[in-house]
């Protein structure tokens, strides 16, 4: 499985940045030197300094690949819907807004979606967690019945069963 890769390697460098590519360049800086200097690839400093001397822009190409299926209007409605019904799932969610939405969606692509909204999914708790005052309650407990007999406790029944 290949390794990761982090944020970083996909960004795109700002105009600015660009321009100091640029200037560092003409400074007489070496590729090297600059890509420290902004932490980026030399590669990216030599394209940027080679598309400098050809006298081409630096606007961004747009990227081959397919065209998103979901537009933001339609990505909108899918988040809303699932703000409504947390507990939903994918599948729930897919054949509540396939109706309203022109195109079939599958469920991945509701996640892909949900994730970009920063809505993932969530697991339920096992149990309730302690607060402080439960804690309290239990050590108070604990402290009244601390001189009991055995077979005092042998009448008590311990369950962790939540119902």
Same mark, same amino acid.
């Given at each position: 499985?290949?390794?990761?890769?982090?944020?970083?390697?996909?960004? #795109?460098? *700002?105009?600015? +940045?660009?321009?100091? &590519? @640029?200037?560092?360049?003409?400074?007489?800086?070496? /590729?090297?030197?600059? $890509?420290?200097?902004?932490?980026?690839?030399?590669?990216?400093?030599?394209?940027?300094?080679?598309?400098?001397?050809?006298?081409?822009?630096?606007?961004?190409?747009?990227?081959?690949?397919?065209?998103? #299926?979901? *537009?933001?209007? +339609?990505?909108?409605? &899918? @988040?809303?819907?699932?703000?409504?019904?947390?507990? /939903?799932?994918?599948? $729930?969610?897919?054949?509540?807004?396939?109706?309203?939405?022109?195109?079939?969606?599958?469920?991945?692509?509701?996640?892909?979606?949900?994730?970009?909204?920063?809505?993932?999914?969530?697991?339920?708790?096992?149990?309730?967690?302690?607060?402080?005052?439960?804690?309290?309650?239990?050590?108070?407990?604990?402290?009244?019945?601390?001189?009991?007999?055995?077979?005092?406790?042998?009448?008590?029944?311990?369950?962790?069963?939540?119902?």
């Amino acid at each position: 499985m290949p390794l990761r890769r982090f944020r970083k390697q996909y960004e #795109q460098l *700002s105009q600015f +940045e660009k321009g100091r &590519i @640029v200037g560092m360049m003409d400074a007489g800086w070496s /590729a090297k030197r600059v $890509a420290r200097q902004l932490d980026c690839s030399d590669c990216v400093v030599m394209r940027y300094w080679d598309w400098w001397i050809r006298g081409m822009s630096f606007t961004r190409i747009p990227g081959s690949g397919r065209h998103q #299926q979901i *537009s933001r209007r +339609e990505d909108h409605h &899918i @988040v809303r819907n699932v703000r409504v019904r947390l507990t /939903a799932s994918s599948a $729930a969610i897919q054949t509540q807004v396939a109706p309203s939405l022109g195109t079939p969606v599958s469920s991945r692509t509701i996640r892909r979606h949900l994730a970009e909204g920063h809505l993932g999914s969530r697991r339920p708790l096992r149990m309730l967690l302690l607060t402080p005052t439960h804690r309290r309650l239990r050590l108070e407990w604990c402290r009244a019945q601390g001189n009991w007999t055995a077979a005092e406790w042998n009448q008590v029944v311990f369950s962790n069963e939540s119902r």
